[in-house]
């Protein structure tokens, strides 16, 4: 019991996927505070540590819960989109322009699902599946935001 209690914690993202409208969107801009503290205070290592423990933990969690709601991808569950935001924002630094683009990057990207993140969503199953389509939708977002960055800012 204690096991399902904390993988809701750590899936939902401190509940934050609970939220009645948007819950990926909510969890995805509940995240960006956490960012700017690892990038803040660690830098561009400190936020790669975040976004690797997230997304690990987060497999863990997302199955878990998932199992336990008997539900395969419920919308509640927001650790994914917490590392694709994480992922996306890996060279932002704490330019909030940035952060503002690669939030919208990284929405854009999650809902349109191209490929390889339409496969992931589509043919990986479990926790990792869960994962892993938010985790390819973060990582085309950061190419993206990467190369704004470098040209524009």
Known sequence: MMKVALAKIISTWFYTGLAPKAP??????MTLPFIFLCSA????????????????????AADCYAKACNIKDPGFIVIDETAGQTITLLFAGTNLWLYLIGFLLFR??????????SWADTKVKGGLGIMLDDIFAGCIACVFLYSIRYYYF
């Open 24 to 29: 990926g969107t909510f969890g995805s801009l």
């Open 41 to 60: 205070y660690g830098g561009t290592t400190l936020v790669a540590v975040f976004a690797l423990v997230v997304s690990v933990v987060g497999i863990w």
């Open 108 to 117: 854009f990207f999650d809902i349109l699902k191209p490929w390889p993140v």
